[in-house]
């Protein structure tokens, strides 16, 4: 029989726990398309994929876009436009991480809709993103 209290034992044990948990906290609790549904079911309306691309890529009244920070097609690593910081690739397809996170996807569409358009965006208006940014391959 093992003995459970060995130091060996607990030493193993210790070192499988800690090599899971980094593991688990980057699993997320959702994906990109549960987003897109949920978005797409508050906004009440079908999202389309090329009205995301125009509003991703267009300034919308201020001097920054979506693109300016994220680039167009937000499929390779970018710069923030004014702090230089490396943003990973925003669509899905290039970046298994992005939208994973329920609490992540609402924090930074909050504060990047601020930053761009000085207001939350709508639900309307991430699901149409999302849209577009899904169908990046």
């Known amino acids: 029989m093992r ?20 593991l688990a906290a980057h699993a997320g609790d959702t994906s990109a398309s549960a987003q897109l ?8 309306a079908a999202p389309n994929a090329e009205r ?4 991703f890529t ?12 994220h680039g167009n097609p937000p499929t390779t690593p970018a710069r923030h436009a004014s702090t230089g910081k490396t943003i990973a ?29 000085s ?4 639900a309307a ?3 149409d993103v999302l849209a577009w940014l899904v169908q990046l391959k």
Do not use: H, I
């Open 119 to 122: 207001r939350e965006c709508t």
């Open 125 to 127: 208006e991430k699901a």
């Open 89 to 117: 690739p925003l669509a899905p397809a290039f970046n298994p991480e992005r939208f994973t996170d329920t609490a992540k996807a609402d924090k930074w569409f909050r504060r990047n809709c601020k930053d761009v358009l």
């Open 58 to 69: 267009s300034r919308q009244g201020g001097e920054w876009s979506c693109a300016s920070c």
């Open 37 to 44: 549904q949920r978005w797409t079911a508050e906004a009440g």
């Open 3 to 22: 003995n459970f209290y060995s130091p060996r034992w607990l030493w193993a044990a210790l070192l499988a726990l800690t090599c899971s948990v980094p």
């Open 52 to 55: 995301g691309r125009m509003f």
